[in-house]
């Protein structure tokens, strides 16, 4: 490794905003589905739920700053964000297992609108093989290594049961893929150099309810505090 | 309202904090999975993909404060946040939409660990009702109010295409469900006092790409340090 990598390294950003960036983008294309231009910081980091110095000092990594009275420029900082993350290129994806939640990630139009392209769904079951979803057609695991190799594809999605999840990650990273996204509900051991990132689809849900909890204890709160005032509230 | 609900909501733990909670549990039972009973901040930071002076900061909130020299104890620390976010506590939930994603959802083990019960999947095709779907019936849309009043449904899930969304979430709000969970692609408006949060599938894999990117770049710098060096590299 020279140090030329290593000072490449060094301009990384850190992880915490890198994680933040594709919540910015979320919130920048409802602003622009809302037909809103332009933004204050107060206003994107509203509408992406982080306080706004967090905010600016996230975006001063891209080096975007807005511009004072007027704010940020939604179109472009919504590039800016997009070029940094790399969403601007276009990124070959496969699927692996085409159940219910395969199906619904293939009819996904989040992926596309963001750059990833499926170039193949792929199952272990040969009775699935030749099955067309979202207009792309679902072809046998064992065809794995040659997609990888014809369309470069450097990224994974596993939507397999848990008991599948590690030998089609152990197929993927032999065959070329180095980032893998996991749904599946099980723990995956890769080699290093090789991302995994695993989708909880209740870590929404769980923000939910803490919301709920909290409104649950205001309005308890509010029901004693108003009980004693409450007409036939002397029993 | 009163100055004790007031107090009650000077209480509130940072938005930015609750978002991370579900993360460090997720990290938490990645641990106990691996058979690991205790951990430093260090650890489970670099699990959740935080940093550490962070990590210790959101559990300050908690009053979590680990033990010097010896660190969290998982168990007692995944209790902790788990009573804090409120997923101790069960959370009946209706998913509205049983196509593909709605299926996937109502088999997602994630929801059941963590404390969402599905009561009820409902479908607006009137054909669909009595299909069983993870064992529970599929049921009528129209059945809704009655549902939410029966199980005191406080949480709704989206899953329906991004045209009947507001609609549903219409019904839900004057159902009486005040947290809703959309995974369709649109924006909801919704009155104040009703919290919804948007599923965006893609952002794992945003941060996936951020990361190849990065490591395509450092590997295109490695190449042309070595290429002079490299044999027959003169032309």
Request: hydrophobic share 45%; aromatic share 6%.
């Amino acid at each position: 490794m020279s140090s030329r990598s290593s000072g490449e390294n060094a301009r990384e950003i850190p992880e915490a905003t890198v994680a933040r960036l594709p919540v910015y983008l979320r919130a920048l294309t409802g602003l622009t589905e809302g037909g809103i231009a332009t933004c204050s910081s107060e206003e994107l980091a509203a509408a992406a739920g982080v306080n706004s110095a967090k905010l600016r000092k996230d975006l001063s990594y891209l080096g975007s700053y807005g511009t004072r009275g007027v704010g940020y420029d939604v179109e472009y900082l919504t590039y800016q964000i997009a070029r940094e993350i790399g969403v601007t290129q276009d990124w070959p994806v496969v699927i692996v297992g085409i159940g219910n939640l395969g199906h619904a990630l293939a009819n996904y139009s989040g992926f596309r609108s963001r750059g990833f392209r499926v170039v193949a769904l792929l199952d272990a079951d040969p009775a699935r093989a030749g099955e067309e979803v979202a207009g792309i057609a679902v072809r046998p695991f064992d065809e794995l290594e040659q997609i990888v190799a014809d369309h470069a594809v450097a990224i994974g999605v596993i939507a397999t049961p848990a008991a599948a999840a590690q030998s089609v990650a152990d197929r993927m990273v032999a065959s070329g893929i180095s980032s893998i996204l996991n749904f599946a509900p099980s723990v995956l051991a890769v080699p290093a150099g090789v991302d995994v990132r695993k989708v909880d689809l209740s870590i929404e849900l769980q923000i939910l309810a803490y919301h709920e909890q909290r409104k649950a204890a205001v309005e308890a709160v509010a029901a004693t505090d108003a009980a004693p005032l409450a007409p036939g509230g002397v029993s």
